[in-house]
Nanobody
């Protein structure tokens, strides 16, 4: 059974950091494009970043480039999203998703499998 499970969210103060994890079971993550999205209350799902399957190329939305870093650990079959300098506007549910056919998709409809999400709350 194909499954993605996010973890690592929580409550953090502004300026803090988090590392989100996306662990896969039932398939190899390195065969798929993996994307990260987030959804804040009352807003649509926002694409943040993706890592390609072919050569681990990484891509970022302009709004997060420089603060977010995506990476993959093939041994652990896990993709990570490092988030630094967290701001209250980063508060959202963060999702990872897998896309069977590249290149990196920028919209939710490009992705085939989704995790359940992990909540990130940035507040003092």
């Amino acid at each position: 059974q194909v499954q993605l499970v996010e973890s690592g969210g929580g409550l953090v103060q502004p300026g803090g950091s988090l590392r989100l994890s996306c662990a896969a079971s039932g398939f190899r993550l390195d065969y798929y494009v993996i994307g990260w999205f987030r959804q804040a209350p009352g807003k649509g799902r926002e694409w943040l970043s993706c890592i390609s399957a072919s050569d681990d190329s990484t891509f970022y939305a302009d709004s997060v480039e420089g603060r977010f870093t995506i990476s993959r650990d093939n041994v652990k079959n896990t993709v990570y999203l490092q988030i630094n300098s967290l701001e209250p506007d980063d508060t959202a549910v963060y999702y990872c998703a897998a896309e069977a056919l590249g290149p990196c998709g920028l919209g939710p409809d490009d992705y085939d499998y989704w995790g359940q999400g992990t909540q990130v709350t940035v507040s003092s």
